[in-house]
């Protein structure tokens, strides 16, 4: 399994945007990135993958380095809402998702 | 459109004693997986069920085990229950397999005493 490496907690003020970074030294050149994230009380939630190039959703955007050893989860105007640990998961085309500990975001009013 | 259900949402049981937990995927899914999480970890692979067959296992005792019925829904079994199996269970469904989207319910709380 592809190790990833992520900063244990991040916080960030409402409104600003917020970057995730993952560190994924080992991935390999078929291997998907996405992203996930868990909010209180509640299972994990999907947010944006992607393999080479940068991705856009309506919830986020994913910066993947040229090298694909590393990538960035940008949330463009933190709001209270996303209050939340944010998974960076390495997808080998195996059944399984990897989860790490995740970084626990808080975002102050 | 309903999402990922599961029940029960909370549960208590004692060691050694049997548990079955319940899922029902989203609509128009067709497989489910099974993760555990214990408090302040992220969650881990139990296993994956596919057109109700077993499709990939994480590193689980064989007291785990699994079932996914013809419309899809699914249970976790676990016996002769541990201390450490205390922990939130989470399903989650999708389309075909880890590379499509997995949809993950709000998860069965079991404390085991």
């Known amino acids: 399994d592809a190790k990833t490496t992520q900063p244990n907690s991040m916080e960030s003020n409402e409104e600003e945007p917020v970057h995730l970074p993952c560190n994924h030294s080992?991935?390999?050149?078929?291997?998907?990135i996405h992203w996930y994230r868990q909010l209180p009380s509640q299972g994990p939630e999907y947010v944006i993958h992607?393999?080479?190039s940068n991705v856009n959703n309506r919830m986020a955007s994913l910066a993947i380095a040229e090298d694909r050893k590393s990538s960035t989860l940008i949330l463009h105007r933190a709001t209270l809402r996303d209050a939340a640990v944010y998974y960076c998961?390495?997808?080998?085309?195996?059944?399984?998702?990897?989860f790490g500990q995740g970084t626990r975001l808080t975002i102050n009013p | 459109e309903t999402g990922v259900t599961q029940s029960p949402t909370h549960l208590i049981k004692t060691r050694g004693q049997q548990v079955t937990l319940r899922c029902s995927s989203q609509?128009?899914?067709?497989?489910v997986s099974w993760y555990q999480q214990a408090l302040g970890q992220g969650p881990q692979f139990i296993f994956q069920?596919?057109?109700?067959?077993?499709?990939g296992r994480g590193n689980f005792p064989p007291r785990f085990s699994g079932l996914q019925f013809p419309n899809y829904s699914s249970e976790l079994n676990v016996n002769a229950l541990e201390l450490d199996d205390s922990a939130l269970y989470l399903c989650?469904?999708?389309?075909?397999?880890?590379?499509?989207?997995?949809?993950f319910g709000p998860g069965t709380r079991l404390l085991v005493l």
């Open positions: 080992t991935i390999s050149g078929t291997d998907y």
């Open positions: 609509s128009g899914h067709n497989t």
């Open positions: 998961i390495v997808i080998q085309g195996a059944q399984k998702l990897v």
């Open positions: 989650a469904s999708s389309l075909v397999g880890f590379q499509e989207t997995q949809y």
């Open positions: 069920y596919y057109r109700e067959e077993e499709n």
């Open positions: 992607g393999l080479t």
